[in-house]
C-alpha cells in the first residue's frame, strides 16, 4: 500500500495551497481517505475525510467552510484545496486510509486508519 502526499510549501496568510494524495489501487475507492496534520509538540489531529461508502466528506471545524476534499478517479488522486489560510494551518500534513467504512463520528480518530502516507509540510506567515 503506498500513499504519497505532496504540494505542500509556504503560503502567505489568506493564501492557498492545494495538497495531493496520490493512492495505489488497493486504497482508492476503498473505505475511508483522510487528512490530518501535526505540529510539533501536539498531537496528530484531524482535518477532513471523504467516505467512498457514501460519497461525501467531513471537515473539522476548524478548516469547515476553507477545506475541500475532492478527487480524480482517473489518476487515483485525492486533493485537499486549502484556501484562506491561516498561520494556525502551518503543520505536516498527512494523508491516511482506513480500509474500513467509518462511520461519521470515527472519521477523526486516526487510530482507524492504517495507511499513512510521509507528510508534506505547510507554512503560512502572516
Known amino acids: 500500500v503506498q500513499l504519497q502526499a505532496s504540494g505542500g510549501g509556504l503560503v502567505q496568510a489568506g493564501g492557498s495551497l492545494r495538497l495531493s494524495c496520490a493512492a495505489s489501487?488497493?486504497?482508492?475507492?476503498?473505505?475511508?481517505m483522510g487528512w490530518f496534520r501535526q505540529v510539533p509538540g501536539k498531537e496528530r489531529e484531524f482535518v477532513a475525510a471523504y467516505r467512498w461508502s457514501v460519497g461525501t466528506a467531513a471537515y473539522a471545524a476548524s478548516v469547515k467552510g476553507r477545506f475541500t476534499i475532492s478527487k480524480d478517479n482517473a489518476k487515483k488522486m485525492v486533493y485537499l484545496q486549502m484556501n484562506s489560510l491561516k498561520p494556525e494551518d502551518t503543520a505536516v500534513y498527512y494523508c491516511?486510509?482506513?480500509?474500513?467504512?467509518?462511520?461519521?463520528?470515527?472519521?477523526?480518530?486516526?487510530?482507524?486508519?492504517?495507511?499513512w502516507g510521509q507528510g508534506t509540510q505547510v507554512t503560512v506567515s502572516s
Open positions: 489501487e488497493l486504497t482508492f475507492r476503498t473505505g475511508v
Open positions: 491516511a486510509v482506513s480500509t474500513r467504512n467509518l462511520i461519521l463520528s470515527a472519521l477523526s480518530s486516526r487510530t482507524e486508519y492504517g495507511y
